[in-house]
């Protein structure tokens, strides 16, 4: 299926890895509901009104559909065998336990399923957690097709528990123009639980490390390790975080992709990611629509005064 998109998005954002269905277990309670790294990322660069591409592999089992609506979802395609599985429990301070992943139709995840239509030197291409072997081949099959195009890549803190993963992760963050990771992925990575001398340690291009509700650390090859707080967010309470790392990302790399504000593509983050927590799964996030990134912005000052009233032509809306 093949979203119309506005006539006012040039820059196209795409995002290959997981869809999948995930069993969600947590004090709140348990739902099962579509998820996946690639898909949380997609949703909210959708959001941000950013021309959006989901490439990725999906089983005949898959009834979420309706997810890609607003994504050029072309490129997801369909195969006779089971959707991509996780089973995660949280504890009562929202750190996930896997209990049970599959990787079905996801083996199925290529480069091959990447059209050359979608690689435009002005497009970014941002690779979600896969094996970081699969994330390798991947992004040299890209960059030998194009090779001016942007590349980021996200990872899982499972995949660091091995050394050759390390390896390789190390030499992708000295690829990729953005390597996407929080601090816990970080620690682990640099094998260290003190983040500066993890942040001393880390070798990439140019690295965004989030912090949760302090914001993130940018950084790289080319400068000096910068901090930019969060925004905060008036949000009642957190129902669901499976997908807040995926949405972050999404939104930073949609938002610093059309306005190169590394400040706002911050904020813009932080709080894309603080609304998609406040409810199940995406349910925060499919409905809304900023015509602008600093739409966003007026919509959480609006929340925080308790008035969330629209003008009838503001198509923006939550």
Request: positive net charge; glycine residues 6%; aromatic residues 8%.
């Amino acid at each position: 299926m093949v979203a119309t998109m506005d006539t006012h998005q040039k820059t196209t954002v795409v995002f290959m890895g997981h869809v999948s269905v995930d069993k969600v277990e947590s004090l709140i309670g348990s739902r099962t509901q579509p998820g996946g790294g690639a898909l949380y990322s997609a949703i909210a660069a959708k959001a941000l009104n950013v021309k959006t591409a989901l490439v990725s592999a999906i089983g005949e089992d898959f009834k979420f559909t309706h997810c890609f609506n607003g994504i050029d979802s072309s490129c997801v395609k369909t195969y006779n065998m089971p959707t991509t599985k996780f089973h995660i429990r949280y504890n009562k301070d929202w750190e996930a336990h896997y209990l049970k992943t599959s990787t079905g139709a996801g083996a199925k995840i290529t480069s091959s399923l990447l059209p050359s239509g979608l690689l435009q030197s002005s497009a970014l291409v941002h690779l979600s957690p896969m094996s970081p072997t699969k994330v390798a081949k991947i992004m040299s099959d890209i960059k030998q097709r194009e090779p001016n195009i942007e590349m980021s890549f996200s990872t899982w803190i499972e995949y660091i528990k091995k050394a050759r993963h390390i390896r390789t992760l190390s030499q992708l963050a000295s690829q990729a123009d953005y390597f996407m990771l929080n601090e816990f992925e970080l620690k682990a990575l640099t094998k260290t639980n003190y983040l500066p001398l993890a942040l001393e340690r880390i070798k990439a291009k140019r690295f965004v490390v989030t912090l949760g509700r302090f914001g993130a650390v940018l950084g790289g090859r080319d400068r000096e390790p910068q901090m930019i707080p969060a925004m905060a967010v008036p949000t009642k309470k957190v129902i669901d975080t499976t997908g807040a790392g995926d949405v972050w990302n999404g939104a930073f790399l949609a938002t610093h992709k059309t306005t190169k504000n590394l400040l706002q593509s911050v904020a813009i983050a932080s709080v894309l990611s603080s609304i998609k927590c406040s409810k199940w799964g995406f349910k925060a996030l499919q409905n809304l629509t900023f015509k602008r990134p600093s739409d966003l912005v007026e919509h959480v000052l609006a929340l925080k005064d308790g008035n969330i009233q629209r003008r009838i032509s503001d198509k923006t809306y939550y």
